[in-house]
């Protein structure tokens, strides 16, 4: 199966065309991913494939970022005839530790939240929640390890998903049943009042 997968939950993002999980291509999308994408598939991407699947990073992370590698996952689907499918972004974290009994991948949620996400020996074990950041050393005692995909209090290892290792996760590991094809976000939308 070839599958070309786009992970762009952080500001540097990626993308990686594999077969079986052997990368085959990979490219970054600087800036923007709508205006940095296409050109990096063009100049790198083999002419000769057609992905079987596209597969995007979900998250946790950049929601503009994310919501990006959807629609231009859609638009690269409909000449491809192939599906577009959600991998959770901190499967890519996962995979650099799999000797770790209880991986505890967290990133900042916004508004005084973090989000906390456990892999045990490379599985998930706990899917994505969000939590308020005043309980954060409580979550990171739960932890053999814990890695931040931005910059946490009381986290000294940073670490960002990428395309290369969510291949590799990807390969040894089903799908997640049930994972939306959305930016994990778990809280509901704040309306921003307009003045008049």
């Given at each position: 199966?070839?599958?070309?997968i786009?992970e762009?939950?952080?500001?540097s993002g990626?993308?990686?065309?594999?077969?079986q999980?052997?990368?085959?291509?990979?490219?970054?999308?600087?800036?923007?991913?709508?205006?940095?994408?296409?050109?990096?598939?063009?100049?790198?991407f083999p002419?000769?494939l057609?992905?079987?699947?596209?597969?995007?990073?979900?998250?946790?992370?950049?929601?503009?970022?994310?919501?990006?590698?959807?629609?231009?996952?859609?638009?690269?689907?409909?000449?491809?005839?192939c599906?577009?499918?959600?991998?959770?972004?901190?499967?890519?974290?996962?995979?650099?530790?799999?000797?770790?009994?209880?991986l505890?991948?967290?990133?900042?949620?916004?508004r005084g939240?973090f989000?906390?996400?456990?892999?045990?020996?490379?599985?998930?074990?706990?899917?994505?929640?969000?939590?308020?950041?005043?309980?954060?050393s409580?979550?990171?005692?739960?932890?053999?390890?814990a890695?931040t995909?931005d910059?946490?209090?009381?986290?000294?290892?940073?670490?960002?998903?990428?395309?290369?290792?969510?291949?590799a996760?990807l390969?040894?590991?089903?799908l997640?049943?049930?994972?939306?094809?959305?930016?994990?976000?778990?809280?509901p939308?704040?309306?921003?009042?307009?003045?008049?």
């Amino acid at each position: 199966m070839v599958r070309l997968i786009l992970e762009t939950s952080s500001l540097s993002g990626t993308w990686a065309l594999s077969r079986q999980g052997k990368i085959l291509a990979s490219g970054t999308c600087q800036g923007t991913v709508t205006a940095s994408l296409i050109p990096s598939l063009r100049n790198s991407f083999p002419q000769d494939l057609k992905p079987d699947q596209i597969l995007v990073g979900v998250g946790p992370g950049s929601f503009s970022g994310i919501r990006s590698a959807i629609a231009s996952a859609e638009g690269l689907a409909a000449v491809w005839h192939c599906p577009v499918l959600p991998v959770r972004s901190s499967g890519s974290i996962a995979w650099r530790h799999p000797e770790v009994p209880m991986l505890g991948v967290f990133s900042d949620a916004r508004r005084g939240d973090f989000f906390a996400t456990y892999y045990a020996y490379g599985k998930l074990n706990r899917p994505t929640t969000v939590h308020p950041m005043k309980g954060l050393s409580e979550f990171l005692g739960r932890c053999t390890l814990a890695v931040t995909t931005d910059s946490l209090p009381g986290i000294e290892t940073q670490e960002k998903p990428d395309a290369h290792t969510l291949a590799a996760y990807l390969h040894a590991h089903a799908l997640e049943p049930g994972l939306a094809l959305e930016p994990i976000h778990l809280r509901p939308a704040v309306a921003v009042a307009q003045s008049s």
